[in-house]
């Protein structure tokens, strides 16, 4: 493909790299740091001054529109709100000081008592909807309520949160909903927090706001275990924003996004939302999602908002792409401002991407660039990005400025590692784990495995190399690289597996559990009510696989990655069973241990007809 990748407002990539005596490597971004924010509501303040009429965040209004929130509106019901918690005595040294805890998901509301919140210096724990909608025994829930131990929780729909909001002990715990009250349950509306008119108290609380105070505790459960409370200090989250600004060349119009990343994870929360605040955008909520059912929602919306960057799981692009495909006034809506796509979860399959710059080029004349970034709940996220245009999808980058990034041996592998203002403090009243999750030198240990592209031109950036711990050998005692052969089996599907299961462990050859991407199945049936037992059993969808495994083992031969064989799976992952981490990793060696039964089916012989057999 000739075409011209659209340009971009965006920094040279440039990388200072030191190799030291004991293998480690040291990677530094030259590019200067600009000066952060003072704290993570100056922005909105800011934009409410410089911009007041301009959309801060748009909301969809049932089936006649959307709901928009401007920044002067947003900042005085922000400074109302502060002024509801410090008059309740919820702020520091109140009758009532403690946290506050959000159950629901993202809303217009959910911002603005989030930042009415932070405004007050109320600590805000926004928590999965899983814990509360998913689970059957709201462990995971009972667990970070008595560890934070709040004094306000916010719900959007009282009746859908009241099983939740029951299994706790609520004595002393404000509720407050937008919609249906609870039953049975004391709860104020939200509006309530929206009648008292601000005074001198609210300014004294915005000044007493350092970069040490804490902002937010973002819940990670990692690998193993209940949650971990990550300490989200205004020093972090405004540095990783500034980190994100000074990859810019120079200061260019609001963007436009729609977004439906959770505010309870460190992506949705702090480079979407915070991120789209601190230089003045708008964000619109999307009310869909990447799974069957809800991403129609998504391209209803797409229909209607043209964003001027998008970023989305590569499964949602294998289910966008045919709706873009047959339908050019759809497609150029989408494409009249992009100016940038990003993906994240696994790498985008080649074929989706070519299929994406076939349009880009239909209705533009250019290629868009895929951008994306790597990092972690306890790093603000942002720690790499690719912000150059390239056709090698599945790159974790260069180092934003500002911070030190180290690759240090472990075992065979390269781990991530990093230094500076954008790393947490540590996990809330867990000294234990924060002792653990840093080096002797004080860099936090992301777990990831990394390597250069290029060694010897190690501006190409990093490439992910899997997590340290997943590995595993063969009977021959051939080590695999799990985490690497997840993101290519992923790959290999073609959009058809979410998520994959790698296994093999003491066994003679690689195979894979496949999590279904049921829409992206259907599509490819042309049935869009076939049940999942009727998709993992379905010739063209197995043959679909099988074709891409092939292709994949062309290029992968050796033991350690070639894949013999592959099954899907009709239950998703289990986060009430630990098989789901907050940071969006299946938990393999969980995942493994509870599916044993599926392993021994994947590696029967003679296998069954819905194993694929390479």
Same mark, same amino acid.
């Given at each position: 493909?000739?075409?011209?990748?659209?340009?971009?407002?965006?920094?040279?990539?440039?990388?200072?790299?030191?190799?030291?005596?004991?293998?480690?490597?040291?990677?530094?971004? *030259?590019?200067?740091?600009?000066?952060?924010?003072?704290?993570?509501?100056? *922005?909105?303040?800011?934009?409410?001054?410089?911009?007041?009429?301009?959309?801060?965040?748009?909301?969809?209004?049932?089936?006649?529109?959307?709901?928009?929130?401007?920044? /002067?509106?947003?900042?005085?019901?922000?400074?109302?709100?502060?002024?509801? $918690?410090?008059?309740?005595?919820?702020?520091?040294?109140?009758?009532?000081?403690?946290?506050?805890?959000?159950?629901?998901?993202?809303?217009?509301?959910?911002?603005?008592?989030?930042?009415?919140?932070?405004?007050?210096?109320?600590?805000?724990?926004?928590?999965?909807?899983?814990?509360?909608?998913?689970?059957?025994?709201?462990?995971?829930?009972?667990?970070?309520?008595?560890?934070?131990? *709040? %004094?306000?929780?916010?719900?959007?729909?009282?009746?859908? +949160?009241?099983?939740?909001?029951?299994?706790?002990?609520?004595?002393?715990?404000?509720?407050?909903?937008?919609?249906?009250?609870?039953?049975?349950?004391?709860?104020?509306?939200?509006?309530?927090?929206?009648?008292?008119?601000? #005074?001198?108290?609210?300014?004294?609380?915005?000044?007493?706001?350092?970069?040490?105070?804490?902002?937010?505790?973002?819940?990670?459960?990692?690998?193993?275990?209940?949650? /971990?409370?990550?300490?989200?200090?205004?020093?972090?989250?405004?540095?990783?924003?500034?980190?994100?600004?000074?990859?810019?060349?120079?200061?260019?119009?609001?963007?436009?996004? @729609?977004?439906?990343?959770?505010?309870?994870?460190? $992506?949705?929360?702090?480079?979407?939302?915070?991120?789209?605040?601190?230089?003045?955008?708008?964000?619109?909520?999307?009310?869909?999602?990447?799974?069957?059912?809800?991403?129609?929602?998504?391209?209803?919306?797409?229909?209607?908002?043209?964003?001027?960057?998008?970023?989305?799981?590569?499964?949602?692009?294998?289910?966008?792409?045919?709706?873009?495909?047959?339908?050019?006034?759809?497609?150029?809506?989408?494409?009249?401002?992009?100016?940038?796509?990003?993906?994240?979860?696994?790498? @985008?399959?080649?074929?989706?991407?070519?299929?994406?710059? %076939?349009?880009?080029?239909?209705?533009?004349?250019?290629?868009?660039?895929?951008?994306?970034?790597?990092?972690? #709940?306890?790093?603000?996220?942002?720690?790499?990005?690719?912000?150059?245009? #390239?056709?090698?999808?599945?790159?974790?980058? @260069?180092?934003?400025?500002?911070?030190?990034?180290?690759?240090?041996?472990?075992?065979?592998?390269?781990?991530?590692?990093?230094?500076?203002?954008?790393?947490?403090?540590?996990?809330?009243? !867990?000294?234990?784990?924060?002792? %653990?999750? +840093?080096?002797?030198?004080? +860099?936090? !240990?992301?777990?990831?495995?990394?390597?250069?592209?290029?060694?010897?031109?190690?501006?190409?950036?990093?490439?992910?190399?899997? !997590?340290?711990?997943?590995? $595993?050998?063969?009977?021959?005692?051939?080590?695999?690289?799990?985490?690497?052969?997840?993101?290519?089996?992923?790959?290999?599907?073609?959009?058809?597996?979410?998520?994959?299961?790698?296994?093999?462990?003491?066994?003679?050859?690689?195979?894979?559990?496949?999590?279904?991407?049921?829409?992206?199945?259907?599509?490819?049936?042309?049935?869009?009510?076939?049940? *999942?037992?009727?998709?993992?059993?379905?010739?063209?969808?197995?043959?679909?696989?099988?074709?891409?495994?092939?292709?994949?083992?062309?290029?992968?031969?050796?033991?350690?990655?070639?894949?013999?064989?592959?099954? @899907?799976? #009709?239950?998703?992952?289990?986060?009430?069973?630990?098989?789901?981490?907050?940071?969006?990793?299946?938990?393999?060696?969980?995942?493994?241990?509870?599916?044993?039964?599926?392993?021994? %089916?994947?590696?029967?012989?003679?296998?069954?007809?819905?194993?694929?057999?390479?």
């Amino acid at each position: 493909m000739n075409a011209p990748f659209k340009e971009l407002n965006l920094k040279p990539r440039k990388v200072e790299v030191e190799y030291r005596d004991d293998g480690s490597i040291i990677l530094r971004n *030259p590019h200067p740091l600009m000066e952060p924010h003072a704290n993570i509501v100056a *922005p909105l303040r800011k934009w409410a001054s410089e911009r007041p009429d301009h959309t801060w965040l748009a909301e969809r209004d049932g089936a006649v529109g959307w709901r928009h929130l401007s920044y /002067k509106a947003a900042n005085d019901s922000v400074n109302r709100i502060a002024q509801a $918690f410090i008059t309740r005595g919820y702020g520091p040294g109140g009758v009532n000081e403690g946290a506050l805890m959000i159950l629901s998901g993202n809303s217009i509301e959910h911002a603005l008592i989030k930042y009415g919140a932070i405004m007050a210096r109320v600590e805000v724990a926004p928590i999965s909807r899983s814990y509360s909608l998913l689970s059957s025994d709201f462990e995971k829930l009972k667990y970070v309520f008595d560890l934070i131990e *709040p %004094k306000v929780i916010f719900v959007q729909d009282g009746a859908m +949160f009241g099983k939740a909001l029951a299994a706790l002990d609520l004595d002393g715990v404000d509720v407050v909903h937008v919609t249906n009250p609870p039953e049975g349950i004391a709860s104020t509306p939200f509006d309530d927090f929206l009648t008292e008119a601000p #005074t001198s108290a609210v300014e004294d609380s915005y000044s007493a706001i350092t970069f040490d105070t804490v902002a937010i505790y973002m819940f990670t459960s990692g690998s193993t275990g209940m949650p /971990k409370a990550v300490i989200n200090t205004h020093r972090m989250l405004a540095v990783n924003a500034a980190q994100a600004r000074s990859m810019q060349k120079q200061e260019e119009d609001p963007p436009v996004v @729609l977004s439906w990343l959770p505010w309870n994870h460190t $992506f949705g929360a702090n480079s979407v939302l915070h991120g789209i605040t601190t230089v003045g955008g708008t964000l619109y909520l999307d009310d869909g999602m990447p799974i069957p059912g809800f991403f129609e929602k998504t391209i209803r919306n797409l229909k209607e908002i043209s964003p001027s960057t998008y970023s989305n799981v590569p499964a949602a692009f294998g289910v966008l792409l045919p709706e873009l495909e047959v339908d050019d006034d759809f497609a150029a809506l989408f494409f009249k401002n992009l100016k940038s796509l990003s993906y994240g979860g696994a790498a @985008l399959a080649q074929d989706l991407n070519d299929r994406i710059q %076939k349009l880009a080029v239909k209705h533009t004349g250019e290629r868009i660039p895929f951008l994306t970034g790597y990092g972690a #709940t306890e790093t603000s996220p942002l720690v790499t990005t690719v912000h150059w245009a #390239t056709e090698r999808m599945g790159l974790l980058g @260069l180092p934003v400025p500002g911070l030190t990034l180290k690759l240090a041996p472990v075992g065979d592998k390269l781990e991530v590692r990093v230094k500076g203002d954008l790393v947490t403090p540590g996990y809330y009243k !867990r000294p234990d784990l924060t002792a %653990k999750a +840093f080096d002797e030198e004080g +860099f936090y !240990r992301l777990g990831d495995g990394a390597k250069f592209v290029d060694p010897e031109h190690p501006e190409e950036g990093l490439v992910f190399d899997g !997590r340290v711990s997943e590995d $595993f050998k063969l009977d021959t005692g051939t080590w695999v690289n799990a985490g690497r052969l997840r993101v290519q089996a992923i790959e290999a599907s073609g959009g058809l597996m979410q998520d994959a299961l790698v296994a093999g462990l003491d066994l003679p050859y690689v195979g894979v559990l496949g999590f279904t991407n049921l829409a992206a199945c259907r599509a490819l049936m042309e049935s869009p009510d076939a049940t *999942p037992d009727e998709i993992v059993v379905n010739e063209k969808v197995l043959n679909h696989i099988a074709e891409g495994l092939r292709r994949h083992n062309k290029h992968h031969p050796g033991s350690s990655s070639r894949i013999k064989r592959a099954l @899907l799976m #009709t239950e998703p992952a289990s986060m009430d069973a630990g098989e789901l981490t907050d940071k969006g990793y299946i938990n393999q060696s969980t995942s493994l241990a509870r599916r044993k039964a599926l392993v021994d %089916k994947l590696y029967a012989e003679p296998p069954g007809n819905d194993v694929i057999a390479i």
